[in-house]
């Protein structure tokens, strides 16, 4: 059985750092490109960023980049999101998905709020 579980959301002040974690179980984890996603309230899922097979690159939207940092430990099964000097504009659900030789899994999710 494929899962994808998100964990280490919650509560931050602005400036804060947060890093969130998916682990994964059920699939071959090494052969699947890494993704981060989220959606804020309101707004439709935005692409954050990826990691690729091997960590050989990492690759980000333009506007996270400088803040955000995606690694991985494929001993582990465990995709991971370093988030940064973070703003109030980060608050979203996060996700990750997978992509790979069985097509896309995505997780359920986890909560980033940060407010003062």
């Known amino acids: 059985q494929v899962q994808l579980v998100e964990s280490g959301g919650g509560l931050v002040q602005p400036g804060g750092s947060l890093r969130l974690s998916c682990a994964a179980s059920?699939?071959?984890?090494?052969?699947?490109?890494m993704n981060w996603y989220r959606q804020a309230p309101g707004k439709e899922r935005e692409w954050v960023g990826v990691?690729?097979?091997?960590?050989?690159?990492?690759n980000y939207v333009d506007s996270l980049k400088d803040r955000f940092i995606i690694s991985r430990d494929d001993a582990k099964s465990t995709l991971y999101l370093q988030m940064n000097s973070l703003k109030s504009e980060d608050t979203a659900v996060y996700y990750c998905?997978?992509?790979?030789?069985?097509?896309?899994?995505w997780g359920q999710g986890t909560a980033v709020t940060v407010s003062s």
């Open positions: 998905k997978a992509h790979g030789p069985g097509g896309d899994f």
């Open positions: 059920g699939f071959n984890f090494r052969a699947y490109i």
């Open positions: 990691i690729s097979v091997n960590s050989y690159s990492t």
